[in-house]
Each structure stands twice: as structure tokens, then as C-alpha cells.
């Protein structure tokens, strides 16, 4: 089992920054990818970035050159840094890990956290 603890999520004006965090717990050594999902109301949830266990990362195009995914090996933690926040990034921001159990693989969901950019 992976437990995820998000936090950092609130109300900003466009323009502004917010910083997620999402800390991780259990067997965390499992993990080999951890990333940051959002879902706005009926739609599916989608990838934001992501970072592997090497420090590989990847993004949507919708938030390339704003924001930034992180990790602290030390801490067992992911962040997100989100900078030039627009109104459209307001939605649940979900942190997943993505975790190998010997030949099965497996995704752990955080509780979400809600991020909203005023205009």
C-alpha cells in the first residue's frame, strides 16, 4: 500500500503561483513514477506532469513552460510549481503514484486538492 497526503491547493488571481505537495508513505520504493492528474467536472481526468524515479519528467501541453514537477527523495515528497496560473487551470488537482509489484502494476489516488484562479 502507498499512502499520498496533498496539500498547497487555494485561491490565487490569474497570473499568480500556487506550490502542491504530495508526500508519500508506505512502500514507497515500489514506485517508479509519480505524478499530477486534474479533473474538471465532466470531463476525464488528465495528465499534468509527471516525473520518474530517475528524474524524467513530462507535461501537457497546456502547461508547459509554467509548470514545474519536482521530487525530494529525502522526503518522499512531489511538488508542483505553478506559475502564470490561468483560469482554466481551476479544477482538482489528484496526485498519483504508480507503483510494480513484482509483475502487476498499480495506481494509488491522493484525496485531491482544489485549485481555483480567479480572473
Known amino acids: 500500500q502507498v499512502q499520498l497526503v496533498e496539500s498547497g491547493g487555494g485561491l490565487v488571481q490569474a497570473g499568480g503561483s500556487l506550490r502542491l505537495s504530495c508526500a508519500a508513505s508506505?512502500?514507497?520504493?515500489?514506485?517508479?513514477?509519480m505524478g499530477w492528474y486534474r479533473q474538471a467536472p465532466g470531463k476525464q481526468r488528465e495528465l499534468v506532469a509527471s516525473?520518474?524515479?530517475?528524474?524524467?519528467?513530462n507535461y501537457a501541453d497546456s502547461v508547459k513552460g509554467r509548470f514545474t514537477i519536482s521530487r525530494d527523495n529525502a522526503k518522499n515528497t512531489v511538488y508542483l510549481q505553478m506559475n502564470s496560473l490561468k483560469p482554466e487551470d481551476t479544477t482538482v488537482y489528484y496526485c498519483?503514484?504508480?507503483?510494480?509489484?513484482?509483475?502487476?502494476?498499480?495506481?494509488?489516488w491522493g484525496q485531491g486538492t482544489q485549485v481555483t484562479v480567479s480572473s
Open positions: 508506505g512502500s514507497i520504493f515500489r514506485i517508479n513514477v
Open positions: 516525473i520518474t524515479s530517475g528524474g524524467s519528467t
Open positions: 498519483n503514484a504508480h507503483t510494480i509489484w513484482g509483475t502487476r502494476e498499480y495506481d494509488y
